[in-house]
């Protein structure tokens, strides 16, 4: 299958800071990319969907200025948490499509787990 | 909205029984289904997936079942073994939406 990377693996940061969060799509084009937020034993909860070139979409409830994407080329989106609170702190996953399965299949990142002290 | 339902929410069998696991989806207009497994702090991986003209599909131990007019799907997993023990997600794919829907998890122990 495909290869997502996410990188970091896992951040340790201090309230009120920002932390950039990398996903690239290794060995395929991702139009398309998709941030998750995982709480512990909970589900995937889909942040937001960027396609390449395009302002993100955000799904309700998630604050497009506290959580900034880009995805300014084919292989690679960023999450930005700004001003990273504890109750942010989560497991993040991205995921891609693009030209490599149909286009529903979503590879997915290995994630980032964010501890906000 | 549209929204998945999972149950059950824990599962435990002995290993060697068989398992299965249930998701209802509200949006007709869902047509792809794929299963995650996920263990702990990693990623989910896919493991089975049907598309919304098929019925069945099976692979090896794993097999999903569709039902369209009940809007339900099912993960059937045989002869389980304890590296089955993870937690499953379903999902919907809602094509006028171009996102997938997750249902809430069913958290596998397969007991040695």
Same mark, same amino acid.
């Given at each position: 299958? =495909?290869?997502?990377?996410?990188?970091?693996? %896992?951040? &340790?940061?201090?309230?009120?800071?920002?932390? !950039?969060?990398?996903?690239?799509? *290794?060995? +395929?084009?991702?139009?398309?990319?998709?941030?998750?937020?995982?709480?512990? !034993?909970?589900?995937?909860?889909?942040? =937001? $969907?960027?396609?390449?070139?395009?302002?993100?979409?955000?799904?309700?409830?998630?604050?497009?200025?506290?959580?900034?994407?880009?995805?300014?080329? *084919? $292989?690679?989106?960023? *999450?930005?948490?700004?001003?990273?609170?504890?109750?942010?702190?989560? +497991?993040? &996953?991205?995921?891609?499509?693009?030209? %490599?399965?149909?286009?529903?299949?979503?590879?997915?990142?290995?994630? $980032? %787990?964010?501890?906000?002290? | 909205?549209?929204?998945?339902?999972?149950?059950?929410?824990?599962?435990?069998?002995?290993?060697?029984?068989?398992?299965?696991?249930?998701?209802?989806?509200?949006?007709? =207009?869902?047509?792809?289904?794929?299963?995650?497994?996920?263990?702990?702090?990693?990623?989910?991986?896919?493991?089975?997936?049907?598309?919304?003209?098929?019925?069945?599909?099976?692979?090896? %131990?794993?097999?999903?079942? *569709?039902?369209?007019?009940?809007?339900?799907?099912?993960?059937?997993?045989?002869?389980?073994?304890?590296?089955?023990?993870?937690?499953? +997600?379903?999902?919907?794919?809602?094509?006028?939406?171009?996102?997938?829907?997750?249902?809430?998890? $069913?958290?596998?122990?397969?007991? =040695?």
């Amino acid at each position: 299958g =495909a290869v997502v990377s996410q990188h970091p693996s %896992r951040v &340790i940061c201090k309230s009120g800071t920002s932390v !950039k969060i990398e996903c690239r799509s *290794l060995d +395929f084009q991702a139009t398309t990319m998709f941030w998750y937020r995982q709480f512990p !034993k909970q589900s995937l909860m889909l942040m =937001a $969907t960027s396609n390449e070139g395009s302002k993100a979409t955000y799904e309700q409830g998630v604050e497009k200025d506290k959580f900034l994407i880009n995805h300014a080329s *084919l $292989t690679l989106s960023t *999450l930005t948490v700004t001003s990273a609170h504890p109750e942010d702190s989560s +497991f993040y &996953i991205c995921s891609a499509s693009g030209n %490599r399965g149909s286009r529903e299949t979503q590879y997915f990142g290995p994630g $980032t %787990r964010l501890l906000v002290l | 909205g549209e929204n998945v339902e999972q149950h059950p929410s824990t599962l435990s069998v002995q290993e060697g029984d068989s398992a299965v696991i249930k998701c209802t989806y509200s949006d007709s =207009a869902s047509n792809y289904f794929p299963w995650y497994k996920q263990e702990l702090g990693k990623r989910p991986q896919l493991i089975i997936d049907i598309r919304s003209n098929v019925g069945e599909k099976k692979d090896q %131990r794993i097999a999903v079942t *569709l039902n369209k007019t009940a809007k339900h799907f099912s993960l059937h997993i045989t002869e389980t073994q304890p590296e089955d023990s993870a937690v499953y +997600f379903c999902a919907g794919w809602v094509g006028g939406t171009y996102k997938y829907i997750f249902g809430t998890g $069913t958290r596998l122990k397969v007991l =040695a």
